[in-house]
């Protein structure tokens, strides 16, 4: 088991956040039909409970969903059984021949792996490119600096039915990171059930990020939205195309 989205978090994350998933999928699938991919295999990096494989698969997609934590592959693997689910880091993780691949609600802006720096993102960028057939699509987003104002800390919580969740965040400009302390209450049967993660972010320049993707050849858009739903703030998208 991983230190991060662990079982509790995971299932918050699930059942509490679920939008950014829901509302970004109709325009990722936007996005593979004007560039022409109806079908075949999309490898969703990051992909969480499965929720973007899904509403993929639904639409005659093949996913394979690769994500560092076990707990979030165990959701995905009952939300979308069609689909093929692997516990790596996508940083590590062999990637076979697809049409797209999308890595969304920032996954690729976390820090959890070791290799991840921007190095190992270009590395990632590289063998994005290599797996995709000639016309394939990258669809991916990042985060920025903005989410906190310079100096300051954050704090919020949201609360379910059975669970709370709060959030302690701040940004360090000099080291372009975003930082976020999270501490969970889950209720099991009369009590609640307490747990804590720390998360941090690397915070991208998304010029500098597309200049990344178009020196390995990548068609390159930045994007503030996905379709019709724009993206909260300080969030960059990307859609960068292999030429065909």
Known sequence: MSDWYKEDLAFIHDVGFADFACNSAP??????ERYGISEGLVIDLGCGSGLLAHELL??????LGIDISEAMIRIARTRAPGAEF???????S???????????????????D???????????????YDALTPGGV????????????PGAVYRGFTEGEDWVVLVEKHEDLARRLLTRRII????????YRRDAEVHQQHLCNPEHVAEMLGVLGFQVHVERSYGG????????AFVARKPA
Request: with cysteine.
């Open 114 to 128: 070791p290799d991840h720096d921007e190095r190992g993102l270009d590395r990632l960028f590289s063998r994005v």
């Open 86 to 92: 692997r516990v790596e880091s996508v940083f590590k």
């Open 58 to 63: 639904k639409h005659g997609y093949h996913l």
């Open 138 to 149: 990258f669809i991916f987003d990042l985060v920025e600096p903005g989410q906190v104002e």
């Open 229 to 236: 739903y724009a993206l909260p703030i300080a969030r960059v």
């Open 184 to 191: 969970t209450f889950r209720k099991e049967g009369d009590r």
């Open 27 to 32: 325009g990722i699938l936007e996005v593979l």
């Open 94 to 112: 062999a990637l076979p021949p697809c049409g797209a691949v999308t890595a969304i609600s920032e996954c690729l802006s976390y820090a959890f």
